[in-house]
């Protein structure tokens, strides 16, 4: 077993008292007693909806090696139970995971946006990885719980770290920044995301620039120059005493600036200048976004001392996540038909680029493009607006049909033309029937929504329905 903390180490850190027969170190780090692997330490924390320490038996059954219980919970369990016994178990999880990064010597980056974050820092382990041992945060734990969870698995002898960072409320980013302390903040994009809690751009951009509070002297900040707040979180990244302030993008002064790029249904090709250095790349998953973000990815790369080359030939290998572009093939009636899943989530500047993204996908010879398209939620005010704004860019890609659910997507389907509407239903469960009876071979359909709207169900159900064939996401040749 490779030991991710020494019990002594791990005890120190939090100030925990040790309990009962505790092995030597533990493999890792969990909070879910579902997935935890063998030797791992359990941490009980107390969810929004659910108590950790009414699983700690579970764990312990399945393998764990030690649980972490607050002390007020101590009596719950047998008295030759495997525990660590502290405060507060989050707060816990806080010291190891500030105890793991002041342990590293590994160049670190740190990622945050209102979109690209996860693909961003998909895209930042795979071309650090190809220089050296990189840590990364798992799905897209970049919250209260989620970043001190990644710190503490970060292993002693990684070479690159790389941590995704979100937020809902301003102060949200403050105190993880300060946690992960990156020699390299990177910020994606300013979208309309949350403006029910934040009410403009300018705010969010605001909360964003937080992530630079946190970054090491002589550390870096990457910012999109393309986006309308760069000179904002620009002025914001001085004040913080940033040391370095790194553009990319398509603007003609981007330190990482694209040159010109090749989409594919599946894949891009793009040349860029890096810093100074020209580079040619394959892009393994499709858009422009994520070319775009690829620029910030291998400026980063650069920044942390990674050997460019292999960073940006590591990046054909990128694939989109679960939910967030994977791409399937659907066995229907007379051959196969294209289903790409963007269900994880969704908000106006991630809508218009699944929707590109649509319009880039081959059809079939009497093949068409169908969108499925659910609620975008925390918009405020603007919301029914900011949906209706969705028709131009289903014009843009030539969307032949357009199947919407939510209320909120009622101002869409109000603003297409007669000849786009596919369907509508005020839920998702009430349109997939609709949706399920569309698909056809040669069509290219493609489901998103926020997770509140449930469109992911609609995924599950077209799988269902026509068995998968293979997943047409992984690189091709």
Known sequence: MTVLWTLSDMAAAMCAEKSGPLPEGVSGISIDSRSLALGEAFFAIQGDARDGHDFVDNALKAGAGLAVVARGQRARFAADAPLLVVEDVLEALRDLGRAARARSDARIVAVTGSVGKTSTKEALKLA???????????????????????????????????????????????????????????????????????????KIAEAKAEIFLGVEPGGAAVINRDIRQFAQLAAAAKAAGVARIVSFGEHGSADARLARCALQPESSTVEADILGQAVTYKLGAPGRHLVINSLGV?????????????????????????????????????GEALLID????????????????????????????????????????????????????????????????????????????????????????????????????????????????????????????????????????
């Open 342 to 477: 963007e269900s994880y989530n969704a908000n106006p500047a991630s809508m218009r680029a699944a929707i590109a993204l649509l319009g880039q996908a081959a059809v079939g010879p009497r093949g068409r493009r169908i969108a499925v398209l659910g609620d975008m939620l925390e918009l405020g005010t603007q919301g029914r607006e900011l949906h209706r704004g969705l028709a131009a860019a289903i014009d843009e890609a030539a969307v032949d049909l357009v199947y919407c659910s939510g209320p909120l997507m009622r101002a869409l389907w109000e603003a297409l033309p007669s000849a786009r509407r596919g369907g509508y239903a005020e839920t998702a469960a009430a349109l997939q029937p609709a949706v399920i009876e569309a698909v056809r071979a040669g069509d290219a359909v493609m489901v998103k929504g926020s997770l509140g709207s449930k469109m992911g169900p609609i995924v599950k159900a077209l799988r269902r329905r026509f068995p998968t064939q293979g997943a047409l996401a992984e690189v091709k040749g």
């Open 298 to 334: 291998l400026a980063a790369a650069a920044l942390t001392g990674a050997d460019l080359a292999l960073a940006a030939l590591a990046l054909a290998q990128l694939a989109p996540a679960a939910g967030r572009g994977t791409r399937i093939a659907l066995g229907v009636a007379g």
């Open 128 to 202: 650090l990885s190809a220089d050296g041992e990189t840590h990364a945060s798992a799905a897209s734990y970049n919250n209260h719980w989620g970043v001190p969870l990644s710190l503490a698995r970060l292993p002693k002898a990684a070479k690159y770290a790389v941590f995704e960072i979100g937020m809902n409320h301003a102060g949200e980013i403050t105190p993880l920044t300060q946690m992960v302390r990156p020699h390299v903040a990177i910020v994606t994009a300013i979208a309309p995301v949350h403006l029910e809690f934040f009410g403009t751009l300018k």
